[in-house]
């Protein structure tokens, strides 16, 4: 059962977006938090325990975890890991191309289904790279369009979590026809209101 004794409130984050490296984070005692923002955790090392809502996993190296907003996560005390932290809110997500939105969909509207996924050694490499260059562009000094290179680089890496999750490939073009044919509806009925 999930306890909210030790409920920390999440901080507002500039421009709905932020990426941090965590290297050696340590938690000395559980704190929960109730996630205003959609959550990518990039894990290279670690030992310990991530808690989505009531499901405990075990955090090793080379994984991915996917928490979406509105869930309940935390950390047991003595986990420890050095990881890649994204966090985008769905106002930062309107800025990335319509054509990656099924991804978002299929990944993030029923985050159980993905809350951790396994990556082989070649897939670990790659989204580290693409971390990392998405890390340094996020820190460097804001210039003109800069939320659209980073929506850009949020979009890769969307697409890349959605082909190297456990989804079936039919259960995933299901589910991403599913949103597609959605999204349409809901665009021509916006469309004969007008």
Not at 3 to 17: C, D, G, Q, R, T
């Amino acid at each position: 059962m999930l306890s909210i004794s030790n409920l920390v409130v999440e901080e507002e984050i500039k421009n709905s977006f932020s990426i941090r490296f965590l290297e050696d984070k340590k938690y000395e005692q559980k704190s929960t938090y109730r996630l205003v923002y959609n959550r990518i955790l990039l894990i290279e090392s670690g030992t310990g325990e991530i808690i989505i809502d009531d499901q405990i996993f075990q955090i090793s190296s080379s994984q991915l975890f996917l928490a979406a907003k509105g869930q309940f996560i935390s950390f047991n005390a003595q986990t420890k890991f050095t990881a890649y932290e994204l966090s985008f809110g769905d106002c930062f997500w309107e800025r990335t191309p319509s054509s990656a939105n099924n991804c978002k969909a299929v990944l993030f509207n029923n985050a159980s289904a993905n809350q951790t996924i396994p990556l082989n050694h070649q897939d670990n490499i790659e989204f580290i790279s693409i971390f990392k260059s998405l890390w340094y562009e996020y820190q460097k000094e804001e210039y003109i369009n800069q939320l659209d290179a980073l929506a850009a680089y949020l979009k890769i890496i969307m697409i890349k979590i959605a082909n190297v999750s456990e989804f079936s490939s039919q259960e995933f073009l299901r589910l991403y026809f599913a949103f597609s044919l959605e999204r349409i509806i809901n665009q021509f009925i916006v469309k004969m209101r007008i």
